[in-house]
């Protein structure tokens, strides 16, 4: 048994004494230590709550990440489409439950998020008879769509993602909507607005493959011109979906070690790690992504083999060596949800396979990766 293993026994024994508790398995419930501990001189250490978690009220999950994480990002409910659908009212229910949730375990709340080319309804870039908008009115709907969400959890939310993903793997910008209507400067005209609401709110960038360098080189060329600029950005997200065999942790590294250079900081937003056959030339977020089931592409149905579990082990090893290595420049390091079961990656890029990215199992126990992190700062 491994020591970080024996001193959660201890405390909680130790704990089950003073609180006069003999019910042991009582006790570890009550007094557990979760691997935010564990890292509470390093960083935060953080986890996405799904909507249906929080509407549902899925109470050993939310007490799972309380005892676990420190900082929450809701994974689809602060989306502008969840939010203020088509022709619909805007709708708080889920997104009030979340901050409830994380003001009430003193989390660290982050927004996700305010300006993305995906999970928002089409309408947006239109005008009121269907056709194009003009790029003040597409402005104004974007002021306003920043200022009641901003407003409306001022205080609250400590940190938000308030562009995501505008740029290309190629290093180039991504020919959204927001970009062909608005130009480029619409990335720094979010970060402005959001800035004017909340000035205490630390503002990001957020992005997937920011390991790659023609992506990481282009991030860090926007930031350093945002710094001179005198645009209010402080952190770049990374978002960190990785697979089990790559990309190398150098890559990582080099990322982590340019953002500082660029004088901001960096954030692991949404961390996990794809065990299964990859069907494409890169690990790709891109939501757009889709590929046919085939049974040979979903190898791990009835349980992933224990020589797999340790390389997963091993590889979520190697990359906390690198955050731990660099804890100076990281804010926090949020896995994109807590158990296997939850994971959007069973449906990504194809939908209905059996993946195992995260650090709780399917019956929400800690998996070997768990106690393999916990290790690292025995
Ligand atoms: O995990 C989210 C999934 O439930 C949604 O269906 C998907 C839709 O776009 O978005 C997922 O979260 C994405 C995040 O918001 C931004 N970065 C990539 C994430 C995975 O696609």
């Known amino acids: 048994m491994s020591i970080s293993r024996r001193s959660l026994i201890k405390n909680s024994a130790i704990a089950a004494v003073l609180l006069g508790?003999?019910?042991?398995?009582?006790?570890?419930?009550?007094?557990?230590?979760?691997?935010?501990?564990?890292?509470?001189?390093?960083?935060?250490?953080?986890?996405?709550?799904?909507?249906?978690?929080?509407?549902?009220?899925?109470?050993?999950?939310?007490?799972?990440?309380?005892?676990?994480?420190?900082?929450?990002?809701?994974?689809?409910?602060?989306?502008?489409?969840?939010?203020?659908?088509?022709?619909?009212?805007?709708?708080?229910?889920?997104?009030?439950?979340?901050?409830?949730?994380?003001?009430?375990?003193?989390?660290?709340?982050?927004?996700?998020?305010?300006?993305?080319?995906?999970?928002?309804p089409e309408d947006v870039f239109k005008n009121e008879k269907g056709g194009a908008i003009s790029k003040e009115n597409l402005t104004l709907k974007m002021q306003n769509h920043i200022t009641n969400l901003v407003s409306r959890y001022k205080g609250k939310i400590h940190a938000w993602d308030v562009v995501n993903e505008a740029v290309e793997d190629d290093g180039s910008w991504r020919k959204s909507p927001w970009h062909n209507i608005m130009g480029e400067n619409f990335i720094a005209q979010?970060?402005?607005?959001?800035?004017?609401?909340?000035?205490k709110a630390h503002l990001i960038y957020n992005d997937y493959n920011t390991e790659s360098p023609a992506k990481r080189n282009f991030i860090v060329d926007m930031v350093k011109r945002f710094k001179k600029q005198g645009v209010p950005i402080h952190g770049v997200g990374m978002q960190e979906h990785l697979s089990i065999d790559g990309p190398?942790?150098?890559?990582?590294?080099?990322?982590?070690?340019?953002?500082?250079?660029?004088?901001?900081?960096?954030?692991?937003?949404e961390l996990d790690v794809d065990v299964l056959p990859s069907v494409w030339n890169l690990p790709t977020a891109e939501v757009s992504t889709r590929f046919e089931y085939t049974p040979e592409r979903d190898p791990y149905i009835k349980g992933l083999p224990k020589n797999t579990e340790e390389k997963l082990a091993?590889?979520?090893?190697?990359?906390?060596?690198?955050?731990?290595?660099?804890?100076?420049?990281?804010?926090?390091?949020?896995?994109?949800?807590?158990a296997d079961s939850e994971t959007w990656l069973n449906d990504f890029p194809i939908r209905g396979r059996t993946n195992y990215p995260l650090l709780f199992d399917r019956k929400l126990a800690p998996k070997p990766a768990y106690f393999r992190l916990l290790d690292l700062k025995k």
Not at 250 to 264: Q, R
Not at 314 to 338: A, S
């Open 248 to 269: 190398g942790v150098a890559e990582i590294e080099a990322t982590l070690i340019a953002l500082a250079g660029a004088g901001v900081r960096a954030h692991i937003t």
């Open 190 to 199: 979010a970060f402005h607005i959001a800035n004017d609401v909340d000035s």
């Open 21 to 120: 508790i003999k019910n042991s398995a009582i006790a570890k419930a009550v007094e557990r230590t979760g691997i935010k501990d564990f890292y509470k001189d390093d960083f935060r250490i953080g986890t996405a709550l799904s909507t249906s978690t929080l509407m549902k009220n899925n109470e050993a999950l939310l007490a799972l990440v309380a005892r676990e994480f420190n900082a929450i990002t809701p994974e689809n409910c602060m989306k502008w489409e969840a939010l203020k659908p088509k022709d619909k009212e805007w709708d708080w229910t889920a997104a009030d439950k979340f901050v409830e949730f994380g003001q009430k375990n003193n989390m660290y709340i982050v927004g996700h998020n305010l300006v993305w080319h995906s999970q928002v």
């Open 314 to 338: 091993k590889r979520y090893e190697e990359i906390f060596k690198v955050y731990l290595k660099h804890h100076d420049k990281i804010e926090r390091v949020t896995l994109w949800g807590t």
